[in-house]
């Protein structure tokens, strides 16, 4: 019995020592697959974002995968040397779903820390964003469609982030506005199609010369037909950061002053109806332009004593309405000649008025009034 017992502990031995061999071998062989899959997906992930990107390391888990350093250098005509620089990326899949149906992939989250991102309106208005991945040429075979791969995101969160907008349609070079401190959210975006309603979130910092304000989106886009409602406020913005909105260059400057805005804008089939107040507050004006200097092309005196009159606070409705597919319908222009008429109806200045009081102005002035009054 006991050679018996013997050999038996002999054989368990001996399975033992050659399972955890194998356990070994197995567990090496996985660290290193792991280490080939990681570089092959991190080869993968820089090659689809473009040869202007690049990932400083990718990590798999469990459960999510981690990309750390993302970075997307900017294009020869861009304002800025980077369009997209995100320290940390976590993607968290459904493993669940991507197994059942990989003709349609299912993400449950993606979170982006300590991000930068520059964003273009070009001077014809379009608003261009990540060109080299949203703007990208697609190849022959896949214009129709057929073989793209829809990826269907829960949650998209981008936390403690700056942006950078660069604004080519209100002057050159492009007028820039920095955001910091940018917590953005948004809720079921699919990808490549674009299709349904996207629930969206904005809160950040307007950054401006002598002080920062506050600035927070509410609302949703339905981006394949361009349908969209949002709630827009602006809390104390520093007017000089606003400044080229508000008037043109040959008029009269802000030394200070600070804005509030509330904004319901609602587009559907193309139409915008967006009902609003923005109210001035502590303006003070330059002494730029003389006697016939203007301000939203108002008379300068005009909108001091009103100032004066309301203890320097300058409340004022309005409404912005319009085609965007209308070529000739400017948000710019639309947002100054109404900003500037529901200022004058406020004041009780009339156009008649205006027009006794510039009678002796320069052309220019004039040529103004012209053209915000569409007179």
């Given at each position: 019995m006991s050679g018996t017992g013997g050999m038996r502990q002999r054989r368990l031995?001996?399975?033992?020592?050659?399972?955890?061999?194998?356990?070994?071998?197995?567990?090496?062989?996985?660290?290193?697959?792991?280490?080939?899959?990681?570089?092959?997906?991190?080869?993968?992930?820089?090659?689809?974002?473009?040869?202007?990107?690049?990932?400083?390391?990718?990590h798999v888990g469990w459960s999510a995968i981690e990309v750390q350093d993302l970075r997307i250098?900017?294009?020869?005509?861009?304002?800025?040397?980077?369009?997209?620089?995100?320290?940390?990326?976590?993607?968290?899949?459904?493993?669940?779903?991507?197994?059942?149906?990989?003709?349609?992939?299912?993400?449950?989250?993606?979170?982006?820390?300590?991000?930068?991102?520059?964003?273009?309106?070009t001077r014809n208005g379009r608003l261009r964003l990540l060109p080299s991945l949203l703007e990208a040429?697609?190849?022959?075979?896949?214009?129709?469609?057929?073989?793209?791969?829809?990826?269907?995101?829960?949650?998209?969160?981008?936390?403690?982030?700056?942006?950078e907008f660069y604004d080519a349609s209100i002057k050159q070079p492009a007028h820039r506005i920095r955001l910091d401190a940018l917590h953005v959210t948004a809720e079921q975006l699919n990808v490549p199609s674009l299709s349904g309603r996207t629930e969206v979130r904005i809160d950040g910092i307007v950054k401006g010369i002598k002080r920062d304000g506050k600035l927070t989106i509410v609302g949703w886009l339905e981006m394949t037909n361009k349908n969209s409602k949002l709630d827009t406020r602006l809390s104390g913005v520093d007017l000089l950061t606003l400044q080229p909105y508000l008037i043109?260059?040959?008029?009269?400057?802000?030394?200070?002053?600070?804005?509030?805005?509330?904004?319901?804008?609602?587009?559907?089939?193309?139409?915008?109806?967006?009902?609003?107040?923005?109210?001035?507050i502590d303006l003070e004006l330059s002494e730029k332009g003389g006697g016939f200097g203007t301000f939203m092309g108002l008379p300068r005196q005009a909108v001091v004593a009103g100032?004066?009159?309301?203890?320097?606070?300058?409340?004022?409705?309005?409404?912005?309405?319009?085609?965007?597919?209308?070529?000739?319908?400017?948000?710019?222009?639309?947002?100054?000649k109404t900003?500037?008429?529901?200022?004058?109806?406020?004041?009780?200045?009339?156009?008649?008025?205006?027009?006794?009081?510039?009678?002796?102005a320069p052309q220019s002035i004039g040529s103004a009034l012209k053209n915000l009054f569409g007179k």
């Open positions: 031995a001996r399975f033992a020592a050659i399972t955890l061999v194998v356990l070994l071998v197995l567990a090496g062989a996985g660290f290193f697959g792991l280490r080939y899959a990681t570089s092959l997906l991190k080869s993968q992930v820089e090659a689809a974002l473009g040869e202007n990107s690049q990932v400083g390391a990718i250098r900017a294009p020869r005509d861009w304002p800025a040397q980077e369009t997209l620089h995100a320290a940390r990326i976590v993607i968290v899949p459904d493993l669940r779903g991507l197994l059942s149906d990989r003709s349609h992939i299912k993400i449950h989250s993606i979170t982006i820390d300590d991000a930068y991102l520059s964003v273009l309106r040429k697609k190849a022959p075979e896949e214009k129709g469609g057929g073989n793209a791969v829809e990826v269907s995101i829960g949650k998209i969160e981008l936390r403690g982030s700056q942006v043109k260059a040959a008029e009269t400057g802000v030394k200070r002053g600070t804005l509030d805005l509330q904004l319901q804008s609602t587009v559907t089939a193309n139409r915008l109806h967006a009902p609003g107040k923005i109210t001035l100032l004066k009159d309301r203890n320097n606070r300058i409340t004022v409705q309005f409404t912005l309405e319009g085609r965007l597919d209308d070529p000739r319908f400017s948000l710019n222009e639309s947002f100054a900003i500037g008429a529901a200022t004058a109806g406020l004041l009780g200045i009339s156009i008649e008025g205006l027009a006794k009081q510039l009678g002796n």
